[in-house]
Structures are given as structure tokens and as C-alpha cells.
């Protein structure tokens, strides 16, 4: 059975940096794409960032190039997406995904939102507060 539980969530101040996880078990991530997503009350979900089962490069969208990275951990359980420089537009519920095609990633497949995509997390919770 496929799980995958998020955390790392919090508040944060305007500028500041968080680190979210994403646990996987009952797959393997070395052939699965993670994609980040995130939903903010009113708004539809929005792929943030993924890494992809073709090669450890992470891609993410324009709101994220530059301030947010994704990585997998060297035992390939866990992704991680370090959050830098965060701003309160990032306030949202972010999700943890697994699945999608080959090559789902470096097509930012990841941008569509997400409905291709078996596995989810439970979410975590990013508050960007001054």
C-alpha cells in the first residue's frame, strides 16, 4: 500500500525559510515522480515544484525558480522542498504526489494540478505571517 505523509508546515515570518517533507513508503522513488502542490482557501491547487523518475533534476514553476528546491534524501524514502526567501502568497495547504508518466516532470506535467497523479499526501500547513 502506497503512503505518503507531509509535514514540515508552520509559521513563518515574511523572508524567512521552511523545509517540508514528503514519506514515502510501499514505493519506490527511484522510478516514481513527487510533485509539490499547494492550495490556498479560494483558489485552485497549483503544482509548485517536481522531481522525476528520469533523473534527479527538480523543476518548478516561475513562482518557485529560485527560491524553493527539491530533493530526494540518499535512502530515495523521502523528498524534501526547502522553501527560502518565502513571501505571504505562499500561505497554503501543500501537497505531497506520486505518479504520472515518464518524463512528467521535464514536460512540467506537474503545472496542470495534478488530477493525473495516484497518490497523495495529507498536507501541511505554510503560514507566511509578519
Known amino acids: 500500500q502506497v503512503q505518503l505523509v507531509d509535514s514540515g508546515g508552520g509559521l513563518v515570518q515574511p523572508g524567512g525559510s521552511l523545509r517540508l517533507s514528503c514519506a514515502a513508503s510501499g514505493i519506490s522513488l527511484d522510478n516514481t515522480n513527487i510533485a509539490w502542490f499547494r492550495q490556498a482557501p479560494g483558489r485552485k491547487r497549483e503544482g509548485i515544484s517536481c522531481?522525476?523518475?528520469?533523473?534527479?533534476?527538480?523543476y518548478h514553476d516561475t513562482s518557485a525558480k529560485g527560491r524553493f528546491t527539491i530533493s530526494k534524501d540518499n535512502t530515495k524514502t523521502t523528498v524534501y522542498l526547502q522553501m527560502n526567501n518565502l513571501k505571504e502568497e505562499d500561505t497554503a495547504v501543500y501537497y505531497c504526489?506520486?505518479?504520472?508518466?515518464?518524463?512528467?516532470?521535464?514536460?512540467?506535467?506537474?503545472?496542470?494540478?495534478?488530477?493525473?497523479?495516484?497518490?497523495w499526501g495529507n498536507g501541511t500547513l505554510v503560514t507566511v505571517s509578519s
Open positions: 522531481i522525476g523518475n528520469e533523473r534527479e533534476k527538480g
Open positions: 504526489a506520486a505518479g504520472g508518466r515518464f518524463h512528467y516532470c521535464s514536460t512540467y506535467g506537474f503545472l496542470a494540478g495534478g488530477f493525473d497523479l495516484d497518490h
